[in-house]
C-alpha cells in the first residue's frame, strides 16, 4: 500500500518568506509526527498529532512555525518569514497508535522529507 | 534536549564483523525503537522493543534493553556493505500521547 507521501521534495526560499511543507499520512493512521533533521544531524521534534487529541506542540522552535492536520489526515507544516536556520530536512512521520493511554507499541513511517534551503 | 543518545558517533568496521551501537535515555519508557536512515531521508524502522522485554531478534539484528540502566544496544552480526547507515534509537512514553523522540544517531560504514 502507500506509504507516507512528503511535498515538495525540495524547496529552495528565500530569506522572509513563507513556506508551506505537506504530509499525507498512510490511510487509517491516527498518529502523525515532524520532526527537523540539520545535516549530519539527529531528528529534532517538532510537534505530534493524536487522533482528535489537542496536538504536542511542544517542539516547535518559534512561533513562526505551526502545523495544522485537517481531518485527521494531511498535515500542512507552515514556516513563516523563513531564516537561514530553518534550512534543514522536514521529515513526517505517522503510526498506527491509537487513543491515549493505551499501551500501544506501533512503529512510525517515515516519509522521505521536504528538503528546505532558505538562501 | 532530546531523550535518546547513541554511542558511538561513527563507527568503521569491515565486512563481516560485527557491529554494536548502545543507546541511553533519561526517563522511563513504554518502548524503545530502533531505525535506520539511509543518504538522510527517510527512516526505516528496524526493531521494537518493549519495557518488560530484555532482548530481542530479527535476523542479523539483535537488541538488549536494561531498563535499570537506561540504556539498549543494537548489535548487527556479519555485516555487509549494505548495511552502510546512520542508525537511530528512538524511546516512546506515555505522556497522554506516544510522543518519540531520537537520540542523535551512529553513522556506521562497512569496508567492503
Known amino acids: 500500500g502507500a506509504g507516507v507521501s512528503q511535498s515538495p521534495s525540495n524547496k529552495v526560499t528565500e530569506k522572509g518568506k513563507d513556506v508551506e511543507l505537506r504530509c499525507d499520512p498512510i490511510?487509517?493512521?491516527?498518529?502523525l509526527y515532524w520532526y527537523r533533521q540539520s545535516l549530519g544531524q539527529g531528528l529534532e521534534f517538532l510537534i505530534y498529532?493524536?487522533?482528535?487529541?489537542?496536538?504536542?506542540k511542544s517542539g516547535l522552535p518559534s512561533d513562526r512555525f505551526s502545523a495544522e492536520r485537517t481531518g485527521g489526515s494531511v498535515s500542512t507544516l507552515t514556516i513563516q518569514r523563513t531564516q537561514q536556520e530553518d534550512s534543514a530536512v522536514y521529515l513526517c512521520?505517522?503510526?498506527?497508535?491509537?487513543?491515549?493511554?493505551?499501551?500501544?507499541?506501533?512503529?512510525?513511517?517515515f516519509g522521505n522529507g521536504t528538503r528546505l534551503t532558505v538562501t | 534536549s532530546q531523550q535518546g543518545e547513541e554511542d558511538p558517533q561513527a563507527l568503521s568496521i569491515q565486512e563481516g564483523e560485527n557491529a554494536t551501537m548502545n543507546c541511553s535515555y533519561k526517563t522511563s519508557i513504554n518502548n524503545l525503537q530502533w531505525y535506520r536512515q539511509n543518504s538522510g531521508r527517510g527512516l526505516v524502522h528496524l526493531i521494537l522493543?518493549?519495557?518488560?522485554?530484555r532482548e530481542k531478534h530479527s535476523g542479523r539484528l539483535r537488541v538488549t534493553l536494561d531498563t535499570s540502566k537506561k540504556s539498549s544496544s543494537l548489535l548487527i552480526t556479519a555485516s555487509r556493505a549494505a548495511d552502510t547507515a546512520s542508525y537511530f534509537c528512538?524511546?516512546?512514553?506515555?505522556?497522554?500521547?506516544?510522543?518519540?523522540?531520537f537520540g542523535a544517531g551512529t553513522r556506521l560504514f562497512v569496508k567492503a
Open positions: 498529532f493524536q487522533g482528535n487529541s489537542a496536538p504536542d
Open positions: 528512538a524511546t516512546a512514553r506515555n505522556t497522554g500521547g506516544f510522543k518519540t523522540i
Open positions: 512521520a505517522s503510526s498506527a497508535r491509537s487513543r491515549q493511554g493505551l499501551n500501544d507499541n506501533s512503529p512510525l513511517h
Open positions: 522493543i518493549r519495557s518488560n522485554e
Open positions: 490511510s487509517g493512521h491516527t498518529a
